[in-house]
């Protein structure tokens, strides 16, 4: 939780209301590992994908950048669930190795718990993005969560309020909220990695 907030937006929720009824709807995204394509624009080194969302007037969440996923369906794990969705969104095919999961994000104005997952594909994947989902795949190298020079804090006006909003910056790109949130805690643990092996 500590290394979500450090990238989370000033005064943003950071659990479910116990006020509010019933239960958050299950949802989950996954941090797709795989070696960085030297031809691309990208540095060699692991890389992981994000996606631009097409824009959605009813999607509060829409054009932004994101990781792939969505919501859990009747009957799948938050694994299954991560799986299905980045198939779905980016025509990923083969097997995946699941490396784990991170701690459960709550998200206020949808109403969805996410729970992001690790997992690594040893070649480059062939991207057949869903162009009715997504706009543009991104890779980031995982060398650039660890960059602060990579790290950004401005103030923006939210919900009618001024509020300090820290963001990455990927390619130029601002990817902040939520998907900076699980990426924050996806760093830290990385750094704690590297700390302990020397």
């Given amino acids: 939780a500590a290394a979500q907030r450090r990238m989370a937006p000033e005064q943003r929720a950071m659990r479910r209301s116990s006020r509010r009824a019933g239960e958050p709807r299950r949802a989950s995204v996954l941090i797709l590992l795989f070696p960085g394509n030297r031809a691309?624009?990208?540095e060699a080194g692991l890389t992981f994908a994000l996606i631009q969302r097409t824009t959605n007037p009813h999607d509060r969440h829409s054009g932004q950048i994101s990781l792939p996923g969505g919501a859990q369906e009747p009957g799948e794990t938050v694994i299954e669930t991560a799986?299905?969705?980045t198939r779905e969104?980016?025509?990923v095919m083969s097997p995946v190795q699941i490396l784990g999961t991170?701690?459960?994000l709550y998200i206020l104005h949808s109403d969805f718990e996410v729970r992001p997952v690790v997992g690594y594909v040893p070649e480059?994947?062939?991207w057949q993005p869903d162009a009715a989902e997504v706009v543009e795949v991104i890779e980031c190298p995982l060398a650039w969560l660890l960059d602060d020079d990579r790290k950004v804090v401005e103030h923006w006006t939210l919900d009618g309020?001024?509020?300090r909003v820290?963001?990455?910056d990927v390619q130029g790109r601002k990817v902040w909220g939520a998907t900076a949130m699980m990426l924050s805690e996806f760093e830290h643990r990385l750094?704690?990695?590297l700390a302990s092996n020397g």
């Fill in 40 to 42: 691309a624009k990208t």
């Fill in 83 to 85: 799986l299905r969705e």
């Fill in 89 to 91: 969104e980016l025509g």
């Fill in 102 to 104: 991170l701690t459960c």
């Fill in 124 to 126: 480059h994947p062939q």
């Fill in 161 to 163: 309020q001024t509020r």
């Fill in 166 to 168: 820290p963001w990455y």
């Fill in 191 to 193: 750094k704690y990695v």
